[in-house]
């Protein structure tokens, strides 16, 4: 099943002689289970594609349907149910509030929808088991290393049980060994949970641990591969063909 459908999705910042053009007519799918790495160039539009996928921004033209929903001209009440309740958003930098432990953090999204409080907690010490994280529970941000913020932060983004999880860059502030173990939990969010994982990233070695990477240049859609499932050689052809189209 299609969770994430463009039709030529464009957008401009600016008009007339000052106009940019971020993204130029890219038409994706992603389906249910699927992870999906975005690379390219700095300035190509990744992470302008990833606001519009998640409703942060609004397209100049084109389409966009999130699980079979068109949300380009939805009200934005209706918008602010759908990022809540269908997307979860993983950064760069975690943003876990300082204050809660590890259970507050991650059960916060269902806390702010209306959820029991009871609820909420048992939702998200459920999600943060999965992750190996149910020995720091009651752990402050400060008292958790940054994979282990990260896993909160990813317990937070499926806590209302979205089927879409948008990361930008997640394991860009952490150590080879954390970003290892974080791209395989993003796996594991799409092939166990069966959730859609769109992630941009710059490193060839994370995108690797995609189904299927799509490469922006200047706004379009430069090529696109399918990756063969854990192979040893995905991160060197990845680079490769970043070298290709000019990173």
């Known amino acids: 099943m299609s969770i994430i459908s463009t039709q030529n999705l464009t957008k401009i910042y ?39 996928l998640g409703g942060l921004d609004s397209p100049s033209d084109g389409a ?5 929903k068109p949300i380009a001209k939805m009200p934005d009440n209706a918008l602010t149910e759908l990022r809540r309740r269908k997307i979860g958003f993983v950064f760069q930098f975690y943003n876990l509030i300082p204050v809660l432990n590890a259970v507050e953090n991650a059960a916060l999204p269902v806390t702010l929808d209306g959820v029991k409080p009871s609820e909420a907690k048992k939702r998200a010490i459920e999600w943060l088991n999965r992750f190996g994280l149910g020995d720091r529970l009651n752990s402050r941000p400060d008292q ?4 282990q913020q990260q896993r909160v932060a990813i317990a937070r983004a499926l806590v209302a049980e979205p089927n879409l999880i948008l990361a930008d860059e997640p394991t860009g502030n952490l150590d080879t060994r954390a970003s290892d173990e974080i791209a395989a939990l993003l796996r594991k969010v799409s092939k166990e949970f069966g959730r859609a994982v769109v992630m941009v990233t710059h490193d060839p070695r994370i995108a690797a641990y995609a189904d299927r990477i799509i ?8 090529d696109e591969t399918i990756l ?7 991160a060197a052809m990845v680079a490769g063909m970043m070298k290709e189209i000019g990173d």
Request: some cysteine; hydrophobic content about 40%.
């Open 215 to 222: 490469f922006l240049k200047d706004g379009s859609i430069a």
């Open 228 to 234: 063969e499932p854990q192979n040893g050689k995905n």
């Open 64 to 68: 966009i349907a999130i699980d079979g």
């Open 14 to 52: 600016g008009s007339g002689d000052t106009a940019v053009t971020a993204l130029d007519h890219v038409s994706i799918e992603v389906n249910a289970g699927e992870f999906v790495a975005v690379m390219g160039p700095s300035g190509c539009g990744k992470s302008t594609l990833l606001h519009l």
């Open 144 to 147: 958790l290393s940054g994979g």
